[in-house]
């Protein structure tokens, strides 16, 4: 089998060169079916990412999206269809995928006894890259995310956000031709948030495609570069987050505060169909209706029904919203 | 907003390589992870494996006024057969099992380094685990029974053989078995095999004839054969079929647990 070393110098030039070449590692899903008995978590999925795009894969619990990712990383058998990364089918050939794909699982890493720059570093030389490369980017993966006060705590003694963060370091050290990022944010504070992200866009600007996998609307929207909407098995859109918001356009988000206990409140003809979750009741109204919508709410806070209300533009979620719980029968595409 | 990209570090790094070299590097690699993650849990293992079998060593004595030099060399020289299986056939599983709970096994599986070198690091630490348990049982016996051990050299594929064909079934025990409480009671019940009926630390002939019988289908009891002619440089004819015994299960257990790992359902 032959060696296909990718060219890696570290030099700002030749890193446009290193761009270019990487057009050879196109991630491809091609019609794949995935039967558990006569269920079908994935039910002829296609989707396509390129080298240096963030893809974001969202989608309601259960609606496939592990077992999605787990038959990329060779876990999962598919029933049919082709997975391929660059010229590597990635079905056939499972122990490539491990090579080939850095995968952070949802779960959290087994670092409980490693020291937290000990287990970057080790994972590191386990993707295969050498001792040099390894400590220098540990390094900075350690200074940009701002772990240096913990570098030499046990993982025992790490708190869930900090574990997630050595996480994703262990799974990017030395980042695959696709990195696979299974709910990267989970527990990490707002602040190390960000320079999460930081480095999710900058694995993607240096070459490698993320798939980001995630429930976190509002973050993919400012993070990813295109997102697909999963839910029942089929990709039911694919997108710029832009695109997908595009049915929204012109429509508000008016939220609405009930008091904890209080019956849904009946809707305007003019509201879109309500989404509760708890006490709090979403809905999409026009530009045209906003007038009329401050007036619906204010009336609900006077009658005793609502505590506050809030009105804003339209956000993904309510895309996402739309869309999942709305699946048409050949699904939606947003700007394919 | 700084990013980590000062020496071009980020860029994608996947390549596929087989071969003797890559493989070298995972396994040690693999060696380092293993003991890393349990450095814990190592010191603790080997000191119980030593106190255990200091324990049997000594305490076959209490049984007896005046213990028959025969009986202390029979247990002293079944005590390394424990030392040697303890860890990769108990303790392997339950370790396995952790990992499925806690939801780790999935990312094990899916680091770039292949079955086989995955199970010789994991052989290499039971094999460190249990050699210190070894020599610190038998120099007790020694000190306290004055033996008359003749060690020869066939300890050395006695001990490697031994180790590895328990933690070869361990591996497949962890690996093919999906549900970590099933995992869990199975190696306990193995303990109590070992320890209750195998003849490792008494006599065949102690045991009625059929359940000697039975043992001879199983490894346990050739372990302590080629282990005991190994320290006492006898030449029991049983040896052969020991070793070939030993080393069909070795094979099983290892091709049983390489289609489990292997398993994509």
Request: aromatic share 6%.
């Amino acid at each position: 089998m032959g060696d296909l070393r990718h060219p890696t110098g570290g030099s700002v030039d030749n890193r446009r060169a290193v761009k270019a070449a990487s057009d050879e590692w196109t991630f491809h899903v091609d019609h794949l079916v995935k039967h558990f008995g006569t269920v079908a978590a994935n039910d002829g999925i296609t989707l396509q990412i390129e080298p240096g795009e963030v893809y974001g894969l969202l989608g309601p619990n259960g609606a496939g999206k592990s077992t999605l990712v787990k038959q990329t990383i060779g876990l999962l058998k598919p029933t049919s269809g082709r997975i391929t990364l660059g010229r590597w089918d990635l079905v056939e050939n499972p122990d490539a995928a491990r090579q080939l794909c850095s995968y952070l699982p949802q779960a959290q890493m087994p670092i409980e006894s490693f020291r937290l720059r000990e287990a970057i570093e080790l994972a590191g030389r386990i993707r295969g890259a050498d001792i040099g490369r390894v400590r220098r980017r540990t390094d900075e993966l350690i200074e940009a995310l701002e772990l240096g006060e913990w570098s030499r705590t046990l993982g025992a003694r790490l708190s869930g956000g900090v574990k997630r963060l050595v996480g994703f370091c262990m799974a990017t050290i030395s980042p695959g031709h696709l990195v696979i990022l299974d709910e990267p944010t989970n527990d990490v504070d707002p602040l190390r948030r960000r320079l999460l992200w930081n480095e999710i866009r900058a694995l993607g600007a240096h070459g490698s495609s993320v798939l980001l996998v995630t429930h976190n609307v509002l973050e993919a929207e400012k993070a990813v570069d295109r997102l697909a909407l999963i839910a029942s098995g089929r990709l039911v859109a694919e997108g710029t987050p832009s695109s997908l918001k595009a049915a929204d356009r012109a429509q508000l988000r008016l939220q609405v505060m009930l008091v904890p206990g209080a019956e849904t409140p009946a809707q305007p003809g003019w509201a879109g169909p309500p989404v509760r979750v708890g006490n709090n009741l979403v809905t999409t109204i026009a530009e045209s209706d906003a007038p009329a919508g401050i007036t619906w709410a204010a009336s609900l806070i006077d009658s005793g029904v609502a505590e506050e209300y809030a009105l804003g533009a339209s956000t993904l979620e309510d895309a996402y919203i739309r869309l999942t719980s709305d699946i048409p029968a050949d699904g939606l595409h947003g700007d394919e | 907003m700084a990013t980590s990209d000062a020496a071009g570090l980020i860029l994608p790094f996947g390549t596929v390589q087989r071969g003797l070299r890559r493989s070298l590097r995972d396994y040690v690699s693999m060696v380092r992870w293993h003991l890393a993650g349990l450095r814990i849990w190592l010191m603790l293992l080997g000191s119980v494996q030593a106190l255990s079998g200091v324990g049997f060593v000594l305490g076959i004595s209490l049984f007896f006024r005046h213990i028959p030099t025969s009986a202390a060399l029979f247990v002293s020289t079944g005590v390394p057969v424990i030392n040697l299986v303890m860890v990769g056939l108990v303790f392997g599983p339950q370790l396995v099992a952790s990992q499925r709970t806690a939801g780790s096994y999935e990312y094990l599986r899916t680091l770039p380094i292949s079955r086989a070198v995955t199970a010789a690091a994991w052989y290499t630490v039971c094999l460190i685990s249990g050699i210190p348990a070894v020599v610190v049982s038998l120099v007790v016996a020694q000190l306290r029974y004055d033996l008359p051990l003749h060690i020869s050299l066939m300890i050395v594929p006695a001990i490697l053989l031994t180790c590895l064909t328990g933690t070869m079934l361990g591996y497949a025990l962890g690996h093919a078995v999906g549900n970590p409480m099933v995992t869990q009671l199975v190696s306990q019940m193995l303990v109590f095999i070992i320890f209750g009926f195998a003849p490792i630390l008494y006599p065949i002939q102690q045991m009625p004839g059929w359940l000697g019988d039975l043992n001879w289908w199983f490894p346990f009891r050739h372990m302590a054969v080629v282990i005991r002619a190994a320290l006492t440089s006898s030449a029991d004819p049983a040896v052969p079929t020991a070793y070939a015994v030993i080393g069909v299960w070795a094979v099983v257990a290892a091709a049983l647990a390489g289609w489990s790992l292997g398993r994509r359902p």
